[in-house]
């Protein structure tokens, strides 16, 4: 990618802290692992023995050992536009080479892809798509580079988090984009990939509560239910039809 590409890239870069908090415990255990645990979950078609993942916004790559534990692939391709978070990327990905056969790094942007045509049979889109301002062009280059059939893999915070004041306050995000769980789901649908409630989940965790990190529930004060709150993740296992 030339100079002249990336600077036309929209781009908003994240705060220190932000990029501090994603080598936490508490981004790879209690956000990332139970993220793909329940993505996992979500999946009712069969998959691939050996299936390749495009992690696009694959950060300091601190998910590829979580999917290769989950989906034992034969080949990750992680895709980021942070250039420092990659370089920390090709760390994790030779601490994970006893478990995958190939992981190769890209820098690109999420909205135009340098990888073929149906050349994945996994896209793993973890709390990226809430930092691109491209997004309709972003779910056409996830659907593009999948095999017909092959599975998108979606985890979000929506705007009811992201616009919280906290969340405001630590990290940075383009508001413009950011939607609800209805929002990103038809936005999904209407970009050409399937699924049924059972391939949909709303996770209601404790960190993701940014007005009291789930306090309220854990003394007994608020009961808060399907439908009746703010829903503030949604998860997807979307297959490309077509």
Known sequence: MSPSETSSVPFVPETAFGIWFLRTHTWEHHVLRVAINDLKRLIDTPLPSAPTIVDVGCGQGISFRLL?????????????????SL????GAANACRDKVAEIELLHADCAKLPLPDACADIVFCHQTFHHLVEQDRALVEFRRVLKPGGILL???STDAYIKSWVIRLLFRHPMQVQKSADG???MIRGAGFGFGPRNVSLPYLWWSRAKDFGLLERIGLSHPRPGKRRETLVNVAAIKTG
């Not at 290769?68 to 420092?84: C, L, S, Y």
């Not at 370089?87 to 090709?90: E, G, I, S, T, V």
């Open 68 to 84: 290769a534990d989950a989906f034992k692939p034969r080949r990750i391709v992680g895709v980021d536009f942070h250039e420092p």
């Open 87 to 90: 370089a920390l990327a090709a």
């Open 154 to 156: 979606f985890a979000e």
């Open 184 to 186: 990103y789901l038809d």
